[in-house]
């Protein structure tokens, strides 16, 4: 059973940093696609950063630049190191793992992120 717990969540000024973390469970970590999914108050929700096992990686336009996207398969772990946060990055961050070649989603519960001064 696939298991994604997210961390890293929290309130943090205009212009702050803040790093998400998920761990994945129950998979086997190297052969899955990892991403970060936002949903901000109502709006749908959307991807933020994905990476596969090797060296590929996508980004929104809106977080190019300030956002990076980086995972350690000997932890079974991927991050989103977020900079230079903007009130318009508020919303419930989700991590997700989708198996290279499926198009089914694993997704964990959610972390908010406010960004607010």
């Known amino acids: 059973q696939v298991q994604l717990v997210e961390s890293g969540g929290g309130l943090v000024q205009p212009g702050g940093s803040l790093r998400l973390s998920c761990a994945a469970l129950?998979?086997?970590?190297?052969?899955?696609?990892m991403g970060w999914y936002r949903r901000a108050p109502g709006k749908q929700r959307e991807l933020v950063a994905a990476?596969?096992?090797?060296?590929?990686?996508t980004y929104s336009d809106s977080v190019k630049g300030r956002f990076t996207i980086s995972r350690d398969n000997a932890k079974n772990t991927v991050y989103l190191q977020m900079h230079s946060l903007k009130p318009e990055d508020t919303a419930v961050y989700y991590c997700?793992?989708?198996?290279?070649?499926?198009?089914?989603?694993?997704w964990g519960p959610g972390t908010q992120v406010t960004v607010s001064s």
């Open positions: 129950g998979i086997v970590f190297s052969l899955y696609r």
């Open positions: 997700n793992a989708r198996r290279t070649g499926s198009t089914y989603d694993n």
């Open positions: 990476t596969t096992g090797v060296t590929t990686t």
